[in-house]
């Protein structure tokens, strides 16, 4: 007992890191200080870990939300010194130390070193209007959302009987020719032409039409050039209709609009731009265009070397002078780096620099196919799809969701299931 | 080709048999007359099958939506003469024959024979102002909304300073003493108990005070004497409080209250009334005080032989004059009896008149036990328990979620894992 109140003491005396964020950057933090001697508080606006690179799986109705997300309490269960708590941030105080959070139990929280890893939103460039007709990816609710406006639209072309409004039904726009809008295109093309194919009596969900709409001139612009050029074919044959130096000049409730071509649709979905968390204004910090903290090179506020700002809400540069891409992997190394630090700090050694290693980038498109870059090696085809599922695989938190998430890929990949395609979300009264 | 003319030729002369409703009832409807000489349309408001018996688990973070839920269009995928769509009843127009619908491509739909299987919804016997403070179990959407409601409440009770607010977080309160409300209360016992306990880090969710409410005298009140008993100790060992001749007076936003008592909570959750679906309305039809269409010992209407109600819809009633309990089994045998009946009239026979034959009743309490009652044969504990999950695995439709519901319970059996915690359906902004 006597013993167990002087652990207690020993314990408040640490140094107290708060983590705002439970993504990939700040689960690192917290992994990598889980043996240091400070107390953490991990604070998310949700309760989950997310998975966010197979999170169009569950759009495209392939996998179940709780496949790809697990709570952050059971993540961090383990850890006796790290607490908890759900907030969203209303603003910081650095002068006082202290964060400030909406609307809940906890008013503010202080902190010795603070984390920010506050991740992205959509950006619509200004066009806020589009947020409703054009929903990106982002949440669970995002997913599920986009799945039932998909599954809605099959199901009303089948029961609708002006063919021009069918047509619209039955035709998909997607914005954006990045990993996530190749993924979408592709994986809808499958839903439709394979998983839908034979459940509906009326309509030919084979015929539907998926239209890939990128503003640059090439797909997977952060790829090679010989990659953009297979993942363009590997969608054609997926007959996904792919317009590159096109920018999007309008979204309406029945039609995209291309400058002077326009898409009849009735659903279009949003992979385009990204803007980082408000921690620029929350910090009163310098940001670049996409809201993203302008850091040192130790991953700190210029004048506060007590908080570092990591992931999609920093703006980090490698050697070459290129910002750090809004990947998984580059969020984690950055949070295992801060982790690193704050270690070094608290034993009196110097920090080095942050240096970014990048890792490689993979997309996938349609069950068989997938695009790696892994430093000089260049994988397609469907050598580079198991690589890009075993990664993933690999690195989904939880040991069953592994075990689920394995046996709906095979299951899907051998039978075209598609098991999750549930509408759900819209209360209904009872028949 | 001429061939096929002459095959779709025929098939538009056979009659059509309308099914309202994709639950128990319809589906058994469906499937014993995927060889008649008929055509089909089943009309649903849901795109999927959902088995309800086990909703509850979803209630309580156990399972996934998609893991009790199929698509209707996957499961009639390989019924030629099937076709399926959305649509919501609005009215029927017994004299034309025809069914109208709400807001769809699809006004109306002409039948030969009609079969209402649209179930029941909540009742709160005229206070409808409970139906916000304690939200009942019958949709997907339900299922969430509670899960998210358990989950936030220990959520906050960890942030909360007030001592009071804190007990009331962690109150809650179940009203209705049936197999619904046995089971959610063993199952937040268990969550509570076993798998948040070591989640939080300030409040001790074992601590959680589960009270279990019931009008009558006993639970399970169709089930024998000695089960009832049985439970009522079971769910005592489980740390539930049973309140007994209990009615609820009032509910309120921070309580319930049961005449003069008042239980202190944020969390009261509804497994009492049942209403069923507005059928008596649209048909015209007599019906009884929970809205059960009367019926004809054939299961169809007195002036309308070819209009049947079945399921949670009508009431039925057996040998000896009582009212068929609203299962899924007695559902599932009305639904084989239309279709046969509807064979039989095909082919110019007599049909018999409907004989209901009680399977039994059971219900789960907690992880190891169970009361069943199978004619004479009554089984407790964990024998009971195991015959449950294997029922309930048998007759889980898709043999994908099978797999995966063994795999989640055999996984959380094992590590009290919870592995569907997850808190969602608010739509944040991004912090």
Redesign the interface.
């Known amino acids: 007992m006597e013993l167990k109140r002087t652990a207690k003491a020993t314990e408040t005396r640490m140094p107290h890191v708060l983590v705002?964020?439970a993504g990939f950057g700040g689960l690192s933090v917290v992994q990598g200080l889980r043996k240091a001697s400070v107390r953490i508080t991990v604070v998310d606006?949700?309760?989950?870990h997310l998975f966010q690179p197979l999170l169009y799986q569950v759009a495209t109705a392939g996998l179940?939300?709780?496949?790809i997300?697990a709570?952050i309490?059971?993540i961090v269960?383990r850890m006796p010194r790290v607490?908890?708590?759900?907030?969203?941030?209303s603003g910081i105080d650095t002068a006082r130390r202290l964060v400030q959070f909406r609307d809940?139990?906890?008013r503010q929280l202080p902190y010795d070193l603070l984390v920010v890893a506050?991740?992205?939103?959509h950006s619509y460039f200004g066009h806020d209007e589009w947020v409703v007709l054009a929903p990106g990816l982002?949440?669970?609710?995002d997913a599920?959302f986009i799945r039932r406006r998909i599954?809605?639209a099959f199901?009303?072309a089948?029961?609708?009987?002006d063919p021009a409004e069918q047509a619209r039904l039955l035709t998909f726009v997607i914005v954006g020719g990045g990993p996530t809008g190749v993924e979408m295109a592709g994986a809808i093309s499958e839903l439709a032409r394979r998983i839908?194919a034979?459940?509906?009596?009326?309509i030919h969900p084979s015929l539907a039409r998926i239209v890939l709409v990128e503003a640059g001139r090439r797909l997977l612009p952060a790829f090679a050039e010989d990659l953009s050029a297979y993942a363009l074919r590997a969608l054609k044959r997926l007959s996904v209709e792919i317009r590159l130096g096109a920018p999007v000049t309008s979204i309406e409730p029945d039609c995209v609009r291309l400058g002077e071509e326009r898409l009849e649709t009735r659903t279009a979905i949003w992979a385009a731009g990204v803007q980082a968390?408000?921690a620029a204004r929350w910090l009163g910090a310098e940001a670049d265009r996409a809201g993203r903290v302008k850091v040192t090179d130790h991953l700190t506020l210029p004048a506060h070397p007590e908080i570092f700002v990591i992931g999609d809400t920093a703006l980090v540069r490698d050697a070459a002078g290129r910002p750090v891409p809004g990947l998984a992997p580059a969020a984690k190394e950055q949070g295992r780096y801060v982790a690193h630090a704050i270690r070094s700090r608290l034993s009196g050694r110097q920090t080095q620099v942050f240096r970014y290693h990048h890792l490689g980038n993979l997309a996938t498109i349609g069950r068989r196919s997938a695009v790696i870059e892994l430093g000089q090696l260049r994988l397609t085809g469907l050598l580079a799809w198991l690589l890009w599922g075993a990664a993933h695989i690999f690195f989904l938190i939880?040991f069953?969701?592994r075990?689920?998430v394995i046996?709906?890929w095979l299951?899907s990949y051998l039978?075209f299931?598609?098991?999750?395609?549930?509408?759900?979300?819209?209360?209904?009264?009872?028949?």
């Open positions: 705002l964020g606006q949700r309760n989950h179940s939300p709780a496949e997300a709570p309490r059971s269960g607490t908890v708590m759900l907030g969203e941030v809940t139990g906890i506050t991740g992205a939103c982002k949440t669970v609710e599920t599954l809605l199901e009303r089948e029961t609708e009987t839908l034979r459940d509906f009596r009326r968390s408000d939880g069953r969701n075990v689920v046996i709906d299951w039978k299931g598609g098991g999750a395609r549930l509408i759900t979300g819209i209360k209904h009264q009872q028949q």
